[in-house]
């Protein structure tokens, strides 16, 4: 913490918590009851699970169920999800799901998918352009999708098709790739 947020001087403290790469934080449950208090840096921080959307700097006091783990995104990000969770060793890229979080006007993340050897096995690119959010895949043909996190609504979708909504995902709609495509454009209201 204290390493990404060296102006934070409430990060260099922080020992029951940590910054998983620049993007994410892990804030473990310490309690049985599940009472459990973290802190959250400047600025907005989205629930990797439920989609909740909370603002920093400050102390938060939560209780979570067993087995969970209140994990945070900050806006910018790119996390892709597998499409399995019952084994660790399967095609990530067939299936994968790349959670977009609040993309900044202008701004091009990649990321790469790799294969069972850590080779590349696909790399998209996502850029957003004014009311734009456009997903490039190059390498693997496997089937994809795209969750625009926070998003409620869509103006149009191109090369791809609203998912159903389903109660297990975060608020955000969810974007299935057309088969065989390798981009898909998104236009926000």
Known sequence: MALEFPDDPACAHLDR???LGEHILVAPVFSA???????????RWTDLRGGDVLTGPGWIRRRYGIGDLPVFVRPGSVIALGARDDRPDYDYADGVTLRVYEPADGATVTVEIPDLQGRPAATFTVRRTGTVVEVRRGGSAAPWRVQLAGVATVAAVAAGRLAPASSAEPAGVLIEADPGTEQVIVHLP
């Open 17 to 19: 918590q940590y910054m």
């Open 33 to 43: 009851d599940g009472d459990t208090t973290f802190y959250l840096p400047a600025g």
